[in-house]
């Protein structure tokens, strides 16, 4: 398929136009001169601009009443194999209306579409509906060898009749056709050589293509709730074949996960073996997700992926110095690699008593299972030193209860007693509890490995909103 191009006609549409590019991020913006500002391209004559896409079979997603597309394309409508997909969008993305190219895929990209617009796409289809499975567009990797026989096979099986299987394709299984050994129609998937299976009306026949390049797409969920997560994310995360990840994260996301997308769920001590896994995956073709919760890169899984990247490296020319290689060659050369940023649980706890982060802050974690208690104290120490606001993400955890009764009292060597502190759990889920105390009263049994501690500057300080609300807010200067 072709690059789509999302036609507006004023500025109002810009914001439902960008939501359509989470989903289809090389979409073209065309704004109508003198009405749109910052749309990629513009254009001065919208009749002109359609026929020219739909004459160049470029997909049309209009953001305008679906009359106006279709009293423009009209007049060309002579051949529906070479209709390109038309799609008309409300301004307000409240509908997503298919109007043509059903050949062409139209319905998959009004589905990809309505989940970032979080609408139901107005598919009226018969087969697609009934049988939740698209025949005559199947998904990619698979293409349909003899499709002027697809309307009266369709058209028997709206009737009735079974359908035998030879072959095997996820998109099918998961389907609501009825299969049977006995069917009189046959659907058949074959690989690249055609082999003896010959197509005819009551047999539609799949070849699979060369497999794509793999993804593996690292995200991170944001803390719990599926408001903080974005909607590239969210979309990522639908279009996915693979899902790896810690239980507990997937756990989290399941709400979203459609039947053929397989889940492969990890213990959270064994990362880098996850994070192998799930490139070997891509490798052979599959659009792999890994989860993190929060920010991939906080923390969690993104630096884990680039780990196993840098270890599998083979370093030609030189004694494996990575700075002296001549060429470096990689098992993972072939694969797209992206990285999907997330709400962290410091920002989320944040935003919950005010804007403790509002001036200069550091992160440190509290787990001395990837580096030694020295490092950390040191950290902490240097960390009061300079005034900053500290973030303190895996402060305990069942076997390592000490690590914070020993930052609290190097804290203490530095910070006053009296310090605004935030302990913030399960965040921006069903259980959160955030409480903000002062330094001295920091007990061990305030936080779990789900709480994040904001431990404030010299310059944290409550303000009043009323009797019964007070923010915590650290001042963007030093007077
Ligand atoms: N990538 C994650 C951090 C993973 S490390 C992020 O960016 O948020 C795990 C630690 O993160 C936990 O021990 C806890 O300190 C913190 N954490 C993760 N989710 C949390 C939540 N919902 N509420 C509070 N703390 C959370």
Same mark, same amino acid.
């Given at each position: 398929?072709?690059?789509? *191009? =999302?036609?507006?006609? #004023? !500025? /109002?549409?810009? +914001? ?10 090389? $979409? ?59 799609? *008309? =969008?409300?301004?307000? #993305? !409240? /509908?997503?209306? +298919? ?10 990209? $009004? ?69 049977? +050994? ?298």
């Amino acid at each position: 398929m072709k690059t789509p *191009a =999302i036609v507006i006609l #004023g !500025s /109002a549409s810009l +914001p439902v136009a960008r939501q359509i590019k989470i989903a289809l991020p090389s $979409a073209v913006i065309y704004g109508l001169e003198n009405r749109t500002t910052s749309a990629d391209q513009t254009y001065s004559n919208f009749g002109d601009l359609v026929r020219d896409l739909f004459s160049q079979c470029v997909p049309i997603i209009g953001i305008c009443a679906s009359g106006i597309l279709i009293r423009t394309i009209a007049p060309l409508l002579n051949n529906k194999w070479q209709e390109p997909p038309i799609l *008309a =969008i409300a301004e307000d #993305g !409240s /509908a997503v209306v +298919p109007l043509l190219g059903g050949l062409q895929g139209v319905n998959v990209l $009004a589905r990809q579409i309505s989940e970032v617009l979080q609408v139901s796409p107005a598919i009226t289809t018969t087969g697609e509906l009934r049988f939740q499975t698209a025949l005559l567009s199947p998904p990619q990797g698979y293409k349909l060898i003899n499709p002027e026989d697809a309307k009266g096979f369709i058209s028997d099986l709206l009737a009735g009749e079974k359908v035998r299987l030879i072959g095997e394709a996820f998109w099918l299984t998961n389907s609501q056709l009825t299969f049977s +050994p006995q069917g009189k129609l046959t659907i058949a998937i074959v690989g690249k050589d055609l082999q003896e299976i010959k197509p005819n009306p009551t047999c539609l026949v799949y070849q699979e293509e060369e497999a794509k390049t793999g993804q593996l797409i690292i995200v991170g969920t944001g803390p719990g709730s599926a408001e903080w997560m974005s909607p590239e994310v969210r979309s990522v995360l639908l279009s996915a074949t693979d899902w790896v990840g810690y239980k507990t994260y997937l756990d989290l996301v399941e709400y979203l996960r459609k039947p053929h997308i397989i889940r492969h769920e990890s213990d959270n001590r064994v990362e880098l073996e996850r994070a192998e896994m799930a490139l070997n995956l891509a490798v052979q073709g599959r659009s792999v997700v890994l989860v993190s919760s929060g920010d991939p890169g906080i923390y969690a899984m993104a630096a884990a992926v680039f780990e196993v990247l840098e270890h599998k490296q083979i370093c030609e020319g030189s004694e494996n110095r990575q700075d002296a290689c001549s060429t470096v060659q990689s098992p993972y050369q072939n694969i797209e690699i992206r990285v999907c940023p997330g709400i962290s649980a410091m920002q989320g706890a944040a935003a919950m008593v005010g804007a403790p982060l509002g001036h200069d802050f550091c992160v440190i974690s509290l787990s001395n299972i990837l580096k030694p208690w020295e490092v950390i104290a040191d950290r902490i120490s240097l960390a009061a030193q300079a005034d900053l606001v500290i973030a303190f993400y895996n402060p305990v955890s069942k076997d390592r209860r000490w690590q914070l009764e020993k930052a609290k009292e190097i804290l203490l060597q530095w910070r006053k007693p009296e310090t605004p502190i935030v302990l913030a759990k399960n965040v921006g889920r069903p259980q959160q509890e955030v409480k903000i105390k002062s330094l001295i009263d920091l007990a061990i049994e305030d936080a779990d490995m789900r709480t994040v501690i904001l431990i404030g500057s010299s310059q944290t300080r409550l303000v009043k909103q009323s009797e019964n609300k007070q923010w915590l807010y650290t001042p963007r200067h030093y007077r």
